[in-house]
């Protein structure tokens, strides 16, 4: 049941004077898209009634089955903080993906995730997440472009004057305060020119919702101080790359169903089952989680980056951590994925794995409370410390070989998603790099 009802609404856009509604929704990469109308169309829009060309739309339909329709969810309705050109109002809604014979598109990424908690529900599982969403703020050249140069070199909880981007980050902390956020802490990281918002954990979906909304609020605020943010995972060689640590907790009711003080570690069986899922199918979503080839540049040793399958209390090497608070707190953090992820795929196959773990009682095996960064080849196999997809197209060959996240995806975007993916992977294996350039033009 929607918090607010259509004629709420209407008459709070009216109110606001808000001229113009931009339905949004995403791809299957995670892309925002959207389609602006007049608040005149809001009820017309509210009622379903919006159409649009999915052939239009990569991994969505073909051209001779394109006619879809936008459903806008009522409790996602937000009135931007910033004014357009005209220094009117702009609202958002964000929409889901239907058929024309009014089915659930199996292509709408918010409707697979809302299928996967559906099927949490029915175990008496409520999903809470909470990302650690980081990004690079770079200036522009003269003409308006974006670079790799950042205006700080910075470093991790610096203060100004090391600290050029404070001032874009608190108007950002401030924007999306009043777009509803409850901020958490912010602050500068480990790289030149990267940055931290932290905002409260929800339930998977509004946290799904918030993500994308997040991504669009920074975007748009670093222009306002004529900067390029960034959540492209590595940006730049030889510095640490942008993560999303994505925490995450099952509740039953009012009660977080992670805890049991009478337990090790004061972990009950459920969560520790839940990490059986992940550890156990990591390697199947990764390409989800990770989905560019840049990323997996930022997945390798040396820059905090997480790619061991192993989960520790503490400890930051290992893939899954279990941070040191407990009781309602009480929660796993899953420390590969990055900000460029579709946030709705990723919760998708996170919670999907997640509740596989329990269904089989998959065991996570002991926490690894040393550094796996300091560890030997031998010592690794010896405790049977796994490794994330090397590259992109491990990545799909993984993806292609575990049937819970293709279930998870649906046919549909699993189908897409590697068929787009393989053509990615084909183009960047054909281009001539600079690497290549600098390293052999003149040596051969």
């Excluded at 049941?1 to 209407?10: G, H, Y």
């Excluded at 910075?154 to 203060?159: C, P």
């Excluded at 909304?213 to 590595?234: E, G, S």
């Excluded at 926490?367 to 490794?387: D, F, H, S």
Aim: aromatic fraction near 10%; hydrophobic fraction near 35%; include cysteine.
């Amino acid at each position: 049941m929607s918090k607010f009802s259509k004629q709420d609404l209407i008459k709070s856009a009216k109110e606001k004077k808000v001229r113009s509604i931009r339905l949004q929704f995403t791809d299957i990469m995670g892309i925002i898209k959207n389609v602006a109308i007049p608040v005149e169309d809001l009820e017309s829009a509210l009622e379903g009634k919006i159409m649009f060309d999915g052939s239009s739309i990569e991994g969505f339909v073909r051209i001779e089955e394109s006619d879809m329709y936008l459903r806008p969810d009522p409790d996602t309705f937000v009135i931007f903080p910033w004014k357009n050109k005209e220094n009117s109002s702009e609202a958002r809604l964000i929409c889901d993906i239907y058929n024309p014979d009014g089915t659930l598109f199996e292509g709408c990424p918010r409707g697979r995730l809302k299928k996967i908690i559906a099927e949490a529900q029915k175990l008496g599982y409520t999903m809470n997440a909470g990302p650690e969403a980081e990004f690079f703020l770079f200036l522009k050249d003269k003409d308006g472009r974006a670079t790799t140069i950042t205006h700080d070199q910075g470093g991790y909880f610096d203060l100004p004057p090391i600290d050029l981007g404070e001032e874009a980050r608190t108007e950002m902390v401030e924007t999306l305060e009043q777009m509803g956020f409850k901020i958490e802490s912010s602050h500068h990281e480990v790289a030149p020119g990267q940055h931290e918002i932290d905002f409260m954990y929800a339930d998977a979906l509004t946290t799904a919702d918030n993500i994308a909304t997040f991504r669009v609020a920074v975007k748009t605020i670093a222009l306002k101080h004529n900067l390029h943010a960034t959540f492209m995972p590595k940006p730049v060689f030889g510095i640490n790359g942008s993560g999303m640590h994505t925490h995450q907790s099952l509740f039953k009711g009012q009660e977080n169903i992670f805890y049991d003080p009478k337990k090790p570690y004061q972990l009950s069986d459920t969560c520790l089952y839940y990490i059986g899922g992940l550890l156990n199918h990591v390697r199947g979503f990764t390409l989800i989680t990770n989905p560019l080839i840049n990323s997996y540049k930022r997945l390798v040793p040396g820059y905090e980056a997480p790619v061991h399958i192993a989960w520790s209390e503490r400890n930051r090497s290992p893939l899954v951590r279990v941070p040191a608070v407990r009781g309602k707190a009480t929660r796993t953090e899953l420390r590969s994925p990055d900000p460029s992820c579709n946030p709705y795929l990723a919760l998708t196959v996170m919670l999907a794995s997640g509740l596989n773990g329990i269904e089989k009682k998959i065991d996570p095996g002991k926490p690894v409370n040393k550094n796996i960064y300091a560890m030997n080849e031998q010592e690794k196999k010896e405790l049977g410390i796994g490794a994330l997809p090397e590259n992109l197209k491990e990545a799909i060959e993984s993806l292609k070989e575990d049937e819970l996240i293709q279930e998870a995806l649906g046919l549909h975007i699993f189908k897409n998603l590697i068929e787009a993916k393989l053509l990615e992977w084909e183009i960047y294996n054909c281009q001539v790099h600079r690497f290549e350039i600098e390293r052999y033009l003149y040596t051969f």
